[in-house]
Antibody
Framework: EVQLVESGGGLVQPGGSLRLSCAAS????????MSWVRQAPGKGLEWVAN????????YYVDSVRGRFTISRDNAKNSLDLQMNSLRGEDTAVYYC??????????WGQGTLVTVSS | QSVLTQPASVSGSPGQSITISCTGT?????????VSWYQHHPGKAPKLMIY???NRPSGVSNRFSGSKSDNTASLTISGLQAEDEADYYC???????????FGGGTKLTVL
């Protein structure tokens, strides 16, 4: 059974940093692109970033490029999102998801990030 | 403001059919067959309903179908059931800048 479990969310002040992690199991992690997708309170879904199987390609939504860094450790079946210079508009539930057939069939349950003073 | 345009809400009675539209441009919806649709109940993980415009993942009811014409994709739900009440999002690959763009979401109410 495919499982994705996010962790690392919490309350952080504007300008602060937070690192999210996603533990993957039930599939060959190193064979798939992986993504982070978020949903701000009362808003829709927004793709944040994704990373190629070997980590050699990474892509970001314009609003986080230069502040967020996606990475992965295939030996540990782990996906991370380092978030720096956080802003109020980064407040959201962050989901990790497995890229497959140009879509995301498997998602974690999400972790809440709140940026507030 | 979302890149892809969806109606904010649609409604229908049990047993009826509804269609949700998703309008983009030739740089996203119109340029690629990489449109997907997600059902989202608040507090839960989104669920993939349609991928690559018109394909259903294993386990998704055949009451759900997808199509595309020019720059507009559509999700049709036939034989509406109470459990279909949720938010629905379309998503498309985009050729420049942000690689993946979502619609703003459509709230489906089953009357």
């Amino acid at each position: 059974e495919v499982q994705l479990v996010e962790s690392g969310g919490g309350l952080v002040q504007p300008g602060g940093s937070l690192r999210l992690s996603c533990a993957a199991s039930g599939f060959t992690f190193s064979s798939y692109w992986m993504s982070w997708v978020r949903q701000a309170p009362g808003k829709g879904l927004e793709w944040v970033a994704n990373i190629k199987q070997d980590g050699s390609e990474k892509y970001y939504v314009d609003s986080v490029r230069g502040r967020f860094t996606i990475s992965r450790d295939n030996a540990k079946n782990s996906l991370d999102l380092q978030m720096n210079s956080l802003r109020g508009e980064d407040t959201a539930v962050y989901y990790c998801a497995r890229d497959d057939r140009y879509s995301w069939e498997f998602w974690g349950q999400g972790t809440l990030v709140t940026v507030s003073s | 403001q979302s890149v892809l345009t969806q109606p904010a809400s649609v409604s229908g009675s049990p047993g009826q059919s509804i269609t949700i539209s998703c309008t983009g441009t030739s740089s996203d919806v119109g340029g690629y067959n990489y449109v997907s649709w997600y059902q989202h109940h608040p507090g839960k993980a989104p669920k993939l309903m349609i991928y690559e415009v018109s394909n259903r993942p294993s386990g998704v009811s055949n009451r759900f179908s997808g199509s595309k014409s020019d720059n507009t994709a559509s999700l049709t739900i036939s034989g509406l059931q109470a459990e279909d009440e949720a938010d629905y999002y379309c998503c498309s690959f985009r050729s420049s800048g942000t690689h993946w763009v979502f619609g703003g979401g459509t709230k489906l109410t089953v009357l």
